[in-house]
């Protein structure tokens, strides 16, 4: 298969992607403008880029919205509250289903890598077994990495580190946590050790929601950039939400970033849902409650966007376009200057790959998986701008989805 009439991120000119089975044969600039083939592909002038990534989101959640009840404060603690109810209805095919069917919706919208945290503090885990199975029969359409997420607490949940360890054992790719949660602050510190000793024995890699509060004196984010440091893992460890950062003084920030900078973690936020969840106790003036994005950025460090649910206990709505969540994140997080705007892409493609430690199995060269879309606009300005979507995945040199734009007829 040949993608003619490609532009290319940062290049000038066109371009000619042919693709040899799974495999990027070949990306050759163009003299002019070419007709192609009927087996072949036009981008039209359009932008092509590797898939949009998906490096945080709970597919085990997704779709309960109101199962039981509803979250009526918006808060994240009630979020826990209304899922700990939910989730002693889960079952196995319960979990595969919903999880399937989002899968679908992150298709549609041209995601093909997803990184999912699965709640582990279940004796029977249930779900993480049922995520296992979701993970092998999604593989035609998305590369999946299953977190053991701990969703209250491994310090102060009955058994665990055990249920960490075994959902370790059982196939999970990546090491989770949640120490804000922690019933103290000595376990918050000790489950951050605890999971960094589990993710280097085991050779897993790590995302730890972390600091996912308001509260200034929430301070694990140097605690596990610390860890990550001192085992020199910090390219294999993320830090999730980090919303607390968004209330710390400048002054402690400044030393923090230091360290931040030295440990080479990577970072995920959630703009939508953290500019829903957060906030939730002040009255006016009202915090934004989201980690300083712009900031990490400029600073050099690898930050990307997620996000984190679909119609379920934390969040009401969503759609899987992430799409939608750049253009959030980018207003909310004040990145709409022009130098922001015309790479935002990195955002949900680059630096979201880093972040899952993709290394050669992302991005368009030569010798790479044939993993692409064609988008709708010719830059990643006008993308944002036009609120553009991926009109067509192709995935291991097949086309997965195709999009028709809507067509307006007026009179
Ligand atoms: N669990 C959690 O601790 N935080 C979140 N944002 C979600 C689940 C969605
Ligand atoms: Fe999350």
Redesign the pocket.
């Given at each position: 298969m040949i993608i003619h009439n490609a532009r290319l991120r940062g290049r000038d000119g066109l371009y000619r992607i042919t693709l040899n089975g799974a495999e990027i044969a070949a990306i050759d600039i163009q003299t002019a403008s070419a007709t192609p083939a009927a087996d072949d592909l036009d981008a039209a002038g359009n932008l092509v880029v590797p898939p949009f990534v998906e490096p945080h989101?709970?597919l085990d959640?997704t779709l309960t919205a109101g199962e039981p009840a509803w979250n009526m404060s918006g808060t994240?603690f009630e979020?826990?509250e209304r899922?700990a109810e939910r989730k002693a209805l889960v079952t196995h095919e319960d979990t595969k289903t919903r999880a399937k069917k989002t899968i679908d919706m992150l298709v549609d919208h041209g995601i093909q890598h997803v990184r999912t945290?699965v709640?582990v503090t279940d004796p029977t885990l249930a779900a993480l077994k049922a995520m296992l199975e979701v993970r092998e029969e999604t593989r035609h359409l998305i590369d999946l990495q299953i977190v053991a997420?701990p969703?209250e607490g491994i310090e102060s949940y009955a058994n665990g580190r055990a249920l960490m360890e075994q959902a370790i054992e059982l196939g999970a790719d990546v090491v989770g946590g949640?120490p804000h949660?922690e019933n103290t602050r000595d376990q918050g510190v000790s489950s951050i050790k605890f999971l960094m000793e589990l993710a280097e024995r085991s050779g897993c890699l790590v995302d730890v929601?972390c600091d996912?509060t308001d509260d200034p004196q929430s301070r694990f984010l140097e605690v596990l950039a610390e860890e990550a440091r001192v085992r020199g893992m910090g390219a294999r460890v993320t830090a999730?939400?980090t919303t607390a950062m968004g209330s710390y003084d400048n002054a402690y920030c400044s030393k923090l970033f230091r360290l931040l900078k030295m440990s080479g973690i990577s970072f995920v936020s959630?703009p939508t849902?953290?500019i829903h969840?957060q906030g939730r106790f002040d009255t006016y003036p009202k915090r934004r409650g989201l980690t300083r994005v712009a900031e990490i950025d400029r600073a050099g460090m690898n930050v990307c966007f997620g996000q984190?649910?679909i119609v379920?206990?934390?969040?009401p709505l969503g759609n899987g376009n992430i799409l939608r969540i750049l253009e959030a994140g980018l207003h909310i997080c004040h990145m709409l200057g022009y130098d922001d705007l015309k790479r935002s892409l990195d955002l949900i493609t680059d630096n979201s790959a880093r972040a899952l430690n993709l290394g050669e199995r992302y991005g368009l060269e030569i010798g790479r998986p044939a993993n692409l879309l064609i988008l709708s606009a010719p830059d990643d300005y006008e993308m944002v701008r036009s609120q553009g979507h991926a009109l067509v995945s192709v995935r291991h040199g097949k086309v997965l989805m195709r999009r028709t734009p809507a067509s307006i007829e007026r009179s």
């Open positions: 989101i709970h959640a994240l979020g826990i899922w945290h709640d997420f969703q949640i949660f929601h996912e999730s939400h959630c849902e953290s969840l984190d649910s379920d206990p934390w969040y």
